[in-house]
């Protein structure tokens, strides 16, 4: 209570009476399970706030209300929830988002796992034109925020408590304001979706099976930093199928992706522009065709199973 304050909240009334800012409203949820519950980059608090945020940006609208559940072991430390707590309070601030309802439950200890927290929340849609699959159209470019892979490798590496030279950290963060300058310039955004479990592979599978078309994907165009690459490679996974938590695929015709892909650097502190990574096929069998460097075709297939478990 201390740290979410808004007027609905400090009511204390079982349910929060709020104002819908407009009729088209967005309106998501997700559970978050990561453990450890602090990690490179982040902590299970920021991750929360940030993953529901995100997927209401990704449907083109700005996240108004969020609530909040909680399902602590007993013996958690009240300091940690405290530091958990703070952490998803700034996030919210962040983002301009109030939080105005939530629940706390205890579960007796070896019963859960330190931590459990849900969110769910609504937002205004302020896109002009409908942003979902079924928008994506043949010849639109699909752009990448950034380099791909670092949430999940930097999450396991740490749990794993393995070294690498470089240490690599999540690249959890907000997409409102990248998003918000993207519809603000009237950049004509078809699609977007945020890259989480499953990563890059998962997105544009179930897109292309969503929004009924082929898409033809530059392997070589992905951007993806040298620890991921070799992280991946001493761990056996594949980049493209691992989580990130502040990447997403951007559909957009051929006449705006230049202006996107401009707007999108200027949030880039990473070293990694964003990148055309490949282009929306005419063919309709929804596959995700993948070209290496020397013109090799493969199908990249939507990862099945959990690869990487207690990621986000
Ligand atoms: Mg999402």
Redo the contacts with the bound molecule.
């Keep these: 209570m201390p740290h979410f304050q808004s007027d609905p909240l400090d009511e204390r009334h079982d349910g929060a009476k709020i104002s819908l800012p407009s009729s088209k409203i967005a309106f998501?949820t997700?559970s978050f399970v990561i453990n450890p519950l602090f990690f490179p980059g982040g902590d299970i608090g920021k991750l929360a706030i940030c993953?529901v945020v995100?997927?209401l940006a990704?449907c083109g609208a700005l996240p108004t209300y969020l609530s909040v559940a909680f399902i602590i072991e007993e013996g958690l430390p009240i300091e940690t929830l405290g530091k958990i707590v703070s952490s998803m309070a700034a996030t919210a601030r962040e983002n301009h988002v109030q939080i105005v309802t939530g629940d706390t439950k205890v579960v007796e200890k070896g019963k859960g796992d330190g931590l459990y927290i849900s969110v769910a929340g609504i937002g205004q849609i302020v896109s002009k034109s409908d942003v979902g699959p079924k928008s994506i159209n043949p010849g639109d470019v699909i752009i990448v925020n950034g380099d791909i892979g670092r949430h999940g490798i930097s999450v396991l590496a740490f749990r794993e408590g393995m070294d690498f030279e470089t240490s690599i950290e999540s690249d959890c963060a907000s997409l409102l304001e990248q998003v918000k300058c993207l519809l603000e310039n009237n950049i004509e955004v078809h699609c977007m979706?945020?890259l989480?479990r499953g990563g890059l592979a998962a997105?544009l599978g179930e897109l292309s099976q969503q929004s009924g078309f082929n898409f033809e994907i530059s392997e070589e165009l992905i951007p993806i930093s040298e620890p991921v690459k070799s992280a991946c490679e001493i761990m056996g996974f594949d980049p493209v199928n691992v989580a990130c938590e502040g990447r997403?695929v951007c559909f957009v015709p051929e006449k705006d992706s230049s202006k996107a892909l401009e707007i999108m650097s200027t949030f880039s502190s990473t070293g990694f522009n964003p990148a055309k990574i490949g282009k929306v096929d005419s063919q309709t069998q929804k596959l995700v065709k993948i070209a290496n460097k020397i013109g090799t075709q493969r199908i990249m297939e939507i990862p099945y199973g959990e690869l990487l478990p207690r990621i986000c």
Excluded: K, L, V
């Design positions: 998501s997700d993953g995100n997927d990704m979706r945020d989480t997105a997403f």
